[in-house]
């Protein structure tokens, strides 16, 4: 996480909230603490910078007073400037800053934002699949397939609250279970190299999955995107675009479990992101929980490990307003 300019203690209201993808931009106003107000989704592509899409919100919102902001983004942090890995959207945060007159604007990764807001998301508002319950007071791990693939944990502070991880573990190299999987990772490696995990866990991952299997099979079939793929699969109408969302589910199962193994995450699993969301009746009686548990020697200690769909709308601007609170109040 990055800052420019921090503020005195002030609280002013309202406060300029933010959770930017690679497709979308999500913004409000934060009237209170964690009271948001004004919840508006501009396309990305429609606007040429980020400063320009922030314009052409406070303009749709009254063009209010606002002096603090935090914006979460799908994208490392590293120092003032930054290049959006998704997007074309490149800026300085400073003259950013200064550019909309705030005192206080902190970027942070859109998935630390993510698991920011997991402590503060009502039960109503997670739908558990498989496990036990959580253990008190121990890591949690956050991820998330959308555009890309975001992944982050919250590891316990000792003083009854969290640090939120700031990483990029979406980008880890993927490694197959089975030899489908082993076909699917030749498949992608011929055509782009590199392959991580994020490059079948996304919207175009499950593309790309697609077009795997129709080559191991011989079968000439047009791209289709995501969504196409879950609504033939959903519907019974090809076997080829179920056993994409099957697998799909497998690999995201075993991603999961190598990052609850990884962080100790016996606090739960969070499956955050809307792409889960589209399916998730489907979701629960997927290949997921049992790739999760399929560790062989730790399959005891992942099977009892709770995982849990975030079904809340934007946890991404709840934990923006964390992370701006911790900074501003602090």
């Known amino acids: ?17 933010a959770d930017v993808g690679g497709t979308n931009a999500r913004f409000a106003l934060e009237v209170s603490p964690l009271e948001l107000e004004h919840i508006e ?18 303009e749709k919102a009254g063009q209010p007073l606002i002096k603090h902001a935090a914006i979460a983004i799908a994208n490392p942090i ?19 800053r200064q550019a909309l007159e ?4 902190i970027l942070l990764n859109d998935f630390t934002a993510q698991a920011l807001a ?6 109503r508002e997670l739908l558990q699949v498989g496990g036990a319950a959580p253990v008190e007071d121990a890591p949690i791990a956050v991820i998330g397939p959308g555009t890309g693939l975001g992944v982050s944990g919250l590891i316990p502070n000792g003083r009854g609250g969290y640090t939120a991880l700031a990483g990029e573990g979406g980008h880890v190299s993927f490694s197959p279970f089975d ?4 076909h699917i990772w030749q498949y992608a490696n011929r055509k782009h190299g590199h392959v991580s995990a994020e490059r079948f866990l996304s919207g175009a991952g499950l593309s790309l999955i697609y077009e795997a299997l129709a080559d191991r099979e011989g079968i000439e079939r047009p791209p289709l995107s995501a969504a196409e793929i879950s ?21 995201l199962g075993t991603v999961s479990s190598n990052l609850a193994l990884t962080l100790g995450a016996r606090g739960g699993v969070y499956l955050c992101g809307g792409i889960i969301r589209r399916f998730i009746d489907y979701f629960v009686t997927s290949p997921f929980r049992n790739r999760f548990e399929s560790k062989g020697r730790f399959e005891g200690y992942l099977a009892v490990i709770p995982v849990y769909i975030v079904l809340a709308q934007n946890p991404g601007l709840i934990g923006a307003a964390v992370a701006l609170s911790n900074q501003v109040d602090a």
């Open 231 to 251: 609504k033939q699969a959903l519907s019974g109408s090809s076997p080829l675009a179920r056993l994409s969302l099957d697998i799909f589910c497998a690999m």
């Open 41 to 58: 989704t501009l396309p990305t592509k429609d606007y040429d910078s980020l400063h320009a899409a922030i314009r052409a919100y406070l």
């Open 179 to 182: 030899h489908t999987e082993i």
């Open 118 to 123: 997991i402590p503060h998301l009502p039960k």
């Open 1 to 17: 996480m990055a800052t420019s300019k921090p503020s005195k203690k002030d609280g002013n209201w309202p406060r300029l909230v």
């Open 78 to 96: 590293i120092g003032d400037w930054v290049q959006m890995t998704n997007h074309h959207w490149a800026f300085s945060i400073e003259t950013t």
């Open 102 to 105: 705030l005192d206080t604007l």
